[in-house]
């Protein structure tokens, strides 16, 4: 499983509007991106965010779906209007579970 995170900070004058719009249409690639089998969005709640406001997880079956979500047109779409809005931080990894031997 490969693993995508997002840590969004809103830029002064972002609305409302635009918060909501963001995170309905992270979520509408659910279903419609080969290789993505979850989504979840939502509020930064941590006292520790040092100034993030929004955040999800995506999880795709392996990298080269990653890869090839990064190049999907319905992504290119939403990263078009969205990245204007956002100062973001990204952390993408191939996950190791815990059911899995620790290698090393």
């Not at 490969?2 to 918060?19: C, D, N, P, S, Y």
């Not at 059911?99 to 090393?104: A, H, I, R, S, Y």
Request: charge should be negative; avoid cysteine.
């Amino acid at each position: 499983m490969f693993i995508h995170t997002f840590a969004l900070r809103w830029v002064a004058g972002t609305t409302e509007e635009q918060k909501q719009r963001a995170k309905r249409e992270i979520l509408a690639l659910q279903g419609k991106i080969a290789g993505l089998l979850a989504t979840h969005v939502g509020e930064n709640l941590s006292p520790r965010a040092k100034g993030t406001n929004f955040g999800g997880v995506m999880m795709f079956t392996d990298r080269a779906a990653f890869e090839r979500y990064f190049s999907h047109p319905l992504h290119d779409a939403l990263m078009t209007w969205l990245m204007p809005l956002v100062d973001p931080t990204e952390l993408d990894m191939e996950a190791t579970t815990s059911t899995e031997e620790f290698k090393g």
